[in-house]
């Protein structure tokens, strides 16, 4: 079988590299500058073993191969860039007798759970991938794959579930390539399993792995509460769904000891995909596929999911706006979960990765009220012991800059709310705002 790898970044180079050294055949696609670097040096592929050059065929896109009935596509590109890539390819020629959607396996690898469906709607066969695979792409040409003895497990499967003759061979050719790829007939529930884990994504390229010890556990209880919170929704949505995921402790299980992450050249790997994203400032971020997948079940079956919203929304600005990792810390992202008034700006005198924190409203804080009360509190009213004006809360003005989030008076600016986390558990403090016994919904 020949693999046609779509989008040849640091998912897919790895796997096409991996398949390439394991004497199969393999055309590469990619765009701009990646795609001259490969078809003028080939594929430069550096793993801690050495580095390799691969002369690797590279094209455009599909109007640059004449595809043939032993083709399998392999779709690697991010999800948000996956939309419109099985149209494309859906409808060429195959050995001029049919159509590749008629003729030819599909496999989806990505992060989330979304791309086997925009497959399905074109291709015939469809086959879904859970990728745990350790790679870098920042440099035009350049893959760093991390992942040792092999390079990453790409478990794999039917969409939407069962197994068949073709994916068995396509397991065989990739284990014979240094990946590890397991047939799974219930391939979905371990992608579920890894969308919960690949919702820390966004908290990494805010807030950068170094503040959020994003490789273990983190050392800053806002970062953990972060964890905490993000994972919890997941959970939760995923619950009122229906909708079956694999256990951390069964994901650790299939990967065992065969896939390590080790340094290259004597550097360590410095970020995951969404992290990758922003630092070489592509314009896009997955967010809306891994985060906005979870805020999206939480809407369909009513579970509140404003942590995840607010990392959605937060990371697609920022890579909108091509900001650099690192840029937020926990605790600002926790204070703006729920209803986010803007983006932190920097200011034009401040210094790198230096931000001016606005002050939200207080429906900024109303997904953590509503954890604490259990009700909708944003439109409750209280009377300030201060100054004695009534107001809502979602009028105070909040902030997030200390180790909690206060809230203040929106006209005497005194403290009125204060929310902390002791030991992973969330508390409100209410300091001279009286709120009825029975606040119902206010006015």
């Given at each position: 079988?020949r693999y ?11 796997i096409?590299g ?7 055949e ?8 990646h795609?001259?670097?490969?078809r ?14 691969l002369?690797?065929?590279a094209v ?11 083709d399998?596509?392999?779709i690697a590109?991010?999800?948000?860039d996956?939309?419109g890539?099985p149209?494309?390819?859906a409808?060429q ?5 049919t159509v590749?959607a008629?003729?030819l ?5 990505q992060?989330g759970?979304?791309?086997e ?6 291709f015939r066969?469809?086959y ?7 790679a870098t ?7 760093q ?7 990453g497990v ?5 969409y939407p579930?069962?197994t ?11 284990a ?7 047939v799974?007939?219930d ?8 969308l919960?884990?690949n ?12 503040a959020?010890g994003f ?5 800053a ?9 993000t994972?919890?929704?997941?959970v ?8 079956a995921?694999?256990?951390?402790d069964?994901?650790?299980a299939v ?7 080790e340094?290259?050249d ?22 809306d ?8 079940l ?6 509140p ?14 890579a ?12 600002q ?8 008034r ?9 210094r790198?990765?230096?931000v001016?924190m606005?002050?939200l ?13 259990g ?10 012991g201060?100054?004695?004006s ?19 008076c ?5 403290v009125?709310?204060v ?6 558990e ?5 300091r ?12």
């Open positions: 079988m046609i790898i779509i989008g040849a970044g640091g998912v897919g180079g790895t096409g991996c398949l390439f050294q394991g004497g199969h393999v055309v590469l696609v990619a765009r701009g500058p795609l001259d670097a490969l003028a040096r080939g594929l430069r592929l550096a793993t801690p073993f050495g580095t390799s050059e002369e690797i065929p455009g896109g599909p109007g640059e191969v004449s595809l043939r009935s032993d399998v596509l392999i590109t991010k999800t948000q996956v939309a890539v149209a494309d390819w409808w020629p195959v050995a001029g007798e590749a008629d003729a396996p599909v496999v989806c690898a992060n759970v979304a791309s469906r925009f497959a399905l709607r074109c066969r469809v879904a991938m859970y990728v745990w695979l350790p792409h920042l440099e035009p040409g350049t893959v794959a991390q992942g040792t003895p092999l390079a790409l478990g794999v499967g039917r579930s069962g068949d003759a073709a994916i068995e061979l396509i397991s065989a050719d990739l014979a390539s240094r990946l590890l790829a397991p799974a007939a391939v979905m529930r371990w992608k579920y399993g890894k919960l884990d919702l820390n994504n966004a908290i990494e390229a805010l807030c950068g792995r170094a959020t490789a273990g556990e983190p050392a209880a806002d970062a953990a509460e972060l964890y905490r919170r994972r919890g929704e997941g939760a949505a995923l619950a009122a769904a229906g909708i995921f694999a256990a951390p069964e994901l650790a990967r065992g000891a065969s896939v390590r992450i340094r290259i004597g550097a360590a790997r410095t970020g995951g995909s969404s992290w990758q994203s922003l630092t070489r400032g592509t314009g896009t971020i997955e967010a596929f891994l985060n906005g997948e979870v805020a999206l939480g809407r369909e079956h009513g579970v999911t404003p942590v995840n919203a607010g990392l959605q929304r937060l990371a697609n600005l920022a909108r706006e091509r900001r650099t990792p690192g840029f937020m810390t926990p605790g992202v926790l204070a703006a979960a729920g209803h986010l803007d983006i932190p700006r920097r200011t034009a005198s401040a790198p990765r230096e001016l606005e002050a409203d207080g429906n900024a804080i109303g997904g953590q009220l509503f954890e604490v009360f009700r909708e509190m944003t439109a409750v009213s209280g009377t300030c201060h100054c004695g009534v107001s809502r809360i979602a009028e105070l003005r909040v902030y997030a800059s200390g180790p909690g989030t206060v809230g203040r929106p006209s005497c600016g005194e009125v709310l929310l902390t986390s002791i030991r992973g969330l508390r409100a403090t209410v001279q705002f009286a709120i009825p016994d029975d606040p119902g919904t206010g006015s």
